[in-house]
C-alpha cells in the first residue's frame, strides 16, 4: 500500500466488531489496517475472500520470512507481533511437502485421544473445580471456570503433571493479547515444554510429547517443543473463549436457552451458533503474498502481510444477510479455519466444551447471573473476544459433602487416554448430577 495516512490501527480497538463494519463499508471485503509500529496490512473482511486466502497457499503463504517488514528490518525483536507471526519451524508457517510432514505428525498425534475418554478428564476436571468454589454459592465463571478447565485438560493431554497445568493459564492467555509482555510469556510457556521433552525421552507415556518424539517425521526437538505450543495455546485460547461465550447466552439469552430447553438445538449445535457469531479466535495472522496479486478489488504487493478476518467473514453480509436466523449446526463458519491450514484439534475444543459446559450446568443447575445482564462486559482484543467476567450464585449442591464431588479420579480416567476408534452407535450420555437434563431446572426458572 503506498500511504498509510489515516488508517486505523487495528490493536487500538475498543470495540473491533464495530470497527471491521466501518472498515467494510469504507473499503470492502479487504481493508488497509496499521499494526504495533505503525506497519501496514490488510484485514481480509469477506467470507469468500477469506475462503480464497485459506485455500490457496501457491498465491497467499503461510511463511512469515516472506512478510517485506521483516525482510525491511522494521519490526523489532520485542515486537508483540513476534510471539504470532515471528517464523518458526510450525506446520503453520510451511507450506507444501514440508507443511504435511509437520501436520501429519500432529495429526496422528492428536488422533490417539478419542472423545469418550476426554470426557473423563473433562468431567473430573470440571467437578474438581466447582468443588474449590461451591461452597461459596457463588463463582466467577470466566476466572473459576472458563480459563481453567481447558488448560487442566489439555496439559494433561501434552503429558504434564497434574500440578503444572495450572501454572501456564496467565502466560498462555497473555501470548493472544499482544501485550508489552507477551514475548517474556512466550519465553516461559516454551521452557516449560523443553523440560517436558526432555522429560518424555527417558519416561515416554501415552501422551502428545512422547508420540510427536516417536514419529516417523523425524521432528527436532525445536519442532517438538513449537509443536506442543502451538496445540497448548490454541487449544486453550479457543475453548476458554468457546466455553466462555457459550455461558454468556445460556445465563443472558433467553431464546438461546429457549432452543436449548425446548429442544430445537443440542448442547453440540449451541456451540456451532456460538462459533458463528462469536469465535475464539477473531482475527487469525497471517498470511503473506507470493506475489503481486488482486483479492477484493484491492492490489496486494509481494511480501505484504494479510490477516484473516474470521469474525467479520462470519457475518459478511453477502453470506448471512439475516443475522437473526439460526446456524444451529452448520459448520461451514470459519471459525476453525479451512483449506491445508484448517485446525486439527477442532474437535477437542468441542468434547471439552461440550462436556465441561454439560457437567457444570448439571453440578449447579440453578445458578443465575450475580450482576444485571447489562454490566456484562465483553475483553476484546485485537484478536480475541468474550466476557470479562461471569458472576453467578447458585444453592450449595447437595452432593458437594461427599459423592460424587469429592471422589478422587477414577483409575480409567487418570491413565492416558486409550486410542482413538470411530464410534458406530453415538456413545450413552453420562448421567447428571440431578435427575433430568439440566435444561429442564432451567425452563422451570
Known sequence: MSSTAGLRRLPEADNPAQLYEELRAQYGPVAPVLLHGDIP???????????????????????????????????????PLIPMVGWQPL????????????????????????????????????????????????????????????????????????????????????????????????????????????????????????HLISHTSGLTDTEIVEHLRLVLVAAHQGTVNLIANTLRLILTDRRFRGSLSGGQMTLPDALEQVMWDSPSIGVVPGRWATGDTELGGRLIKEGDLLLLGISAANVDPEQRPDLSLPMHGNRSHLALSSGPHECPGGDIGRAIADTGIDELTALLPDMALAVPQTEIGIKADWLTSRPASLPVTFSRPRSIAGSPLEQPVPAAAAQPLPQAVRPTAPEPAHAPAEPGPWWRTLLRR
Open 91 to 210: 506446520c503453520v508457517f510451511a507450506d507444501g511437502d514440508e507443511h504435511a510432514r509437520l501436520r501429519g505428525a500432529v495429526v496422528d498425534g492428536l488422533a490417539q485421544f478419542n472423545r469418550r475418554g476426554m470426557r473423563r478428564y473433562v468431567t473430573h476436571y470440571t467437578r474438581e473445580l466447582v468443588n474449590g468454589f461451591a461452597a461459596a454459592g457463588s463463582a466467577d465463571l470466566v476466572h473459576d471456570y472458563a480459563e481453567p478447565l481447558p488448560m487442566l485438560v489439555v496439559s494433561r493431554l501434552l503429558g504434564m503433571a497434574p500440578d503444572e497445568g495450572p501454572a501456564l493459564v496467565e502466560p498462555t492467555l497473555d501470548l493472544m493479547r499482544g501485550s508489552e509482555t507477551a514475548a517474556a510469556s512466550n519465553a516461559a510457556v516454551t521452557q516449560v515444554l523443553q523440560d517436558l521433552v526432555a522429560l518424555k525421552k527417558t519416561r515416554p507415556g501415552n501422551d502428545l510429547a512422547s
Open 41 to 79: 496490512a490488510w484485514i481480509v473482511l469477506g467470507y469468500r475472500e477469506n475462503l480464497d486466502v485459506m485455500r490457496t497457499p501457491s498465491k497467499f503463504s503461510r511463511d512469515s520470512r516472506r512478510w517485506s517488514a521483516f525482510r525491511e528490518n522494521r519490526v523489532p525483536a520485542d515486537s
